[in-house]
Nanobody, 122 residues
């Protein structure tokens, strides 16, 4: 069974840092793109950052210069280093991945993690 498992959320003071991890497990050949979305209470889910297998990155304007996305291809894992956190970064952060499955057809499917809560508060 293919799944995405997130870790690293928690409570942090404004100006602090957190590192989120998302590991894809199961019968996976590789991935095309992995990324992080977030959803704050009463707001729509939004893309925070993404990275392709070939290292093309994209960031939301609100996190540029503060967040860094990286990956480990061998582990099918993506990381989100979040620095200079602000109260407005408080949200549930979801991992998303377009995975290439290890089956005869190398099917490509989209997966979501269950989410990890990040709370930025003093």
């Amino acid at each position: 069974q293919v799944q995405l498992v997130e870790s690293g959320g928690g409570l942090v003071q404004p100006g602090g840092s957190l590192r989120l991890s998302c590991a894809a497990s199961g019968s996976i050949f590789s991935f095309n793109v992995m990324g992080w979305y977030r959803q704050a209470p009463g707001k729509e889910r939004e893309l925070v950052a993404s990275i392709t297998r070939r290292d093309t990155t994209h960031y939301a304007d609100s996190v540029k210069g503060r967040f860094t996305i990286s990956k480990d291809n061998a582990k099918n894992t993506v990381y989100l280093q979040m620095n200079s956190l602000k109260p407005e970064d408080t949200a549930v952060y979801y991992c998303n991945a377009e995975l290439i499955l290890a089956d005869l057809r190398l099917r490509v499917e989209d997966y979501w993690g269950k989410g990890t809560l990040v709370t930025v508060s003093s």
